[in-house]
């Protein structure tokens, strides 16, 4: 079993904290086949041992074939999957702020301490960071709020978390590669967007995506998909191949 760092936005958190959601799409690790996502056929899930980068054998992931690449030549197309394997762990990285803290509570054993530049002064004493989320805590009320431009009490992008600051692990109980369109209305619901009617499909909507309510799981989807990914070249409309991660909380 292994560990790897995975990010979720604060709408994703709060789902995943409440229970909502279980499973998440992914497009790192199959950027070779989409960038013809109609060209490829995938084939099966498995360790990789050939037609396969030395670095990358025996590592977990899938193949794909195609006959339109080249005349007359079945092209394979190997690609790793980024999250290690089924029963592997992750660990969320999120949105966070860090509160110096020299008192009570005594924090977990895990927590690293710090230590002031040594000048003589009353913060000579050793400190060690209080994490706040904002997914959970947009408004923390930490203790040098005088000093608004101090860069300790800005909000760090969720790339910046340390391993020691996370507060949700996961398990990948299951992997699948899918189109992009193959998604169902239990999956819909399992990427953690609220079903507010539960006779059909008007669910609720994400911070910044247009367009509720809709009537259709796929289509309030497609919304949430491109307020992500749109932007980067990767929209709804061009139908890639995805990682579908299944996961519990541990």
């Known amino acids: 079993m292994k560990e790897h760092p995975i990010l979720f936005s604060g709408e994703m958190v709060r789902a995943i904290l409440e229970g909502r959601k279980t499973q998440t799409r992914r497009l790192h690790g199959l950027e070779d086949v989409n960038k013809n996502p109609d060209a490829w056929t995938f084939k099966k899930l498995t360790a990789l041992d050939w037609m396969t980068k030395k670095s990358f054998r025996g590592r977990f992931g899938a193949y794909f074939e195609s006959e339109e690449i080249e005349p007359r030549t079945l092209s394979v197309c190997p690609q790793v999957f980024p999250y ?3 029963g592997d762990r992750l660990w969320v990285k999120e949105t966070h702020v ?8 005594k924090p977990p054993a895990d927590r690293p301490l710090f230590h002031h530049a040594g000048d003589g002064s009353e913060w000579d004493e050793p400190y060690w960071l209080w994490p706040h989320y904002r997914a959970t805590d947009p408004e923390p009320e930490l203790f040098y709020d005088d000093h608004p431009d101090d860069p300790h009490c800005k909000w760090k992008p969720s790339i910046f978390m340390p391993r020691w600051a996370s507060r949700i692990n996961l398990e990948i109980v299951n992997v699948r590669v899918e189109r992009l369109h193959d998604i169902t209305t239990a999956d819909v619901l399992g990427e953690g967007i609220k079903q507010t009617d539960p006779d059909g499909f008007w669910l609720a909507p994400l911070a910044g995506v247009p367009n509720f309510p ?5 289509m309030a989807y497609a919304s949430l998909w ?3 990914n749109e932007k980067s070249g990767f929209g709804w409309d061009a139908n890639h191949w995805v990682w579908v991660v299944e996961f519990k909380r541990l």
Not at 98 to 105: K, L, R, S, Y
Not at 214 to 218: K, L, P, Y
Request: proline content about 5%; aromatic content about 22%; overall charge negative.
């Open 84 to 86: 290690g394997q089924v």
């Open 98 to 105: 860090f509160e110096w803290w020299e008192d009570e509570p």
């Open 214 to 218: 809709w009537n259709d799981a796929r």
């Open 226 to 228: 491109n307020s992500i």
